[in-house]
């Protein structure tokens, strides 16, 4: 759902008019075409902003999918990560919201089995988030999903979180220190770190 969001990019959509309602009616009538195309396979919403203010006109081209095709249509969040909760990030809300019986899935914001895993997290916490929010599917960075020793504890920890519950789960990571809320996120510090370490490197490369 991603959308061009800078400066001259915002001005030249208020210069369409009504361009939040054009949109909705746009990814409306997209769910109507590939549900239409591709009866018998599921459509993925992958949500996300698609800029700053759609936050109502996602949610209503959500509900739209969801009561239309309750059998087709899958929710997806490509952001799922166990640095902290999840629950206050836009995406990973939304499908929150969805009542039962409506499908979810998440993708991996980066990898487990990463040189510098610090922008994935931990294993715990990020299965945390998915069973918590009752989710169908995980698809895993290239790496993790080649990795016995990942997908080995992905199982078992996923295995874990389910028998016990998500509530119980959630009181065990506290207790060891492995539960984090949003506010203890230190992404903008890791990202900051990692684009610091990506330059240095640059620097040091000879000349070519």
Not at 65 to 86: A, I, M, T
Not at 94 to 110: D, H, P, T
Not at 142 to 160: P, Y
Not at 175 to 189: F, I, L, M, V
Request: proline share 4%; net charge neutral.
């Amino acid at each position: 759902m991603h959308l061009p969001k800078r400066k001259e990019d915002i001005a030249r959509w208020e210069s369409l008019g009504d361009y939040k309602a054009r949109l909705v009616e746009v990814y409306q009538k997209l769910a109507d075409l590939y549900a239409e195309m591709f009866p018998r396979q599921q459509v993925a919403l992958h949500i996300t902003l698609p800029m700053p203010g759609l936050e109502r006109e996602t949610e209503a081209i959500v509900k739209y999918g969801v009561e239309k095709y309750p059998r087709q249509f899958v929710l997806q969040s490509d952001q799922l990560h166990g640095r902290s909760d999840n629950a206050e990030m836009f995406s990973y809300e939304v499908i929150m919201n969805q009542g039962q019986g409506v499908r979810k899935g998440f993708q991996s914001l980066a990898s487990f089995a990463a040189k510098d895993p610090r922008r994935q997290g931990t294993i715990e916490l990020a299965v945390y988030n998915f069973v918590r929010a009752d989710g169908e599917f995980w698809e895993l960075w290239h790496g993790d999903g080649m990795s016995e020793k990942v997908c080995a504890q992905l199982l078992q920890e996923l295995d874990r979180a389910r028998r016990m519950g998500h509530e119980h789960y959630k009181e065990e990571l506290v207790r060891s220190g492995k539960y984090h809320t949003p506010e203890e996120d230190n992404y903008r510090e890791v990202e900051a770190d990692l684009k610091k370490q990506k330059d240095g490197k640059k620097k040091s490369s000879p000349a070519s």
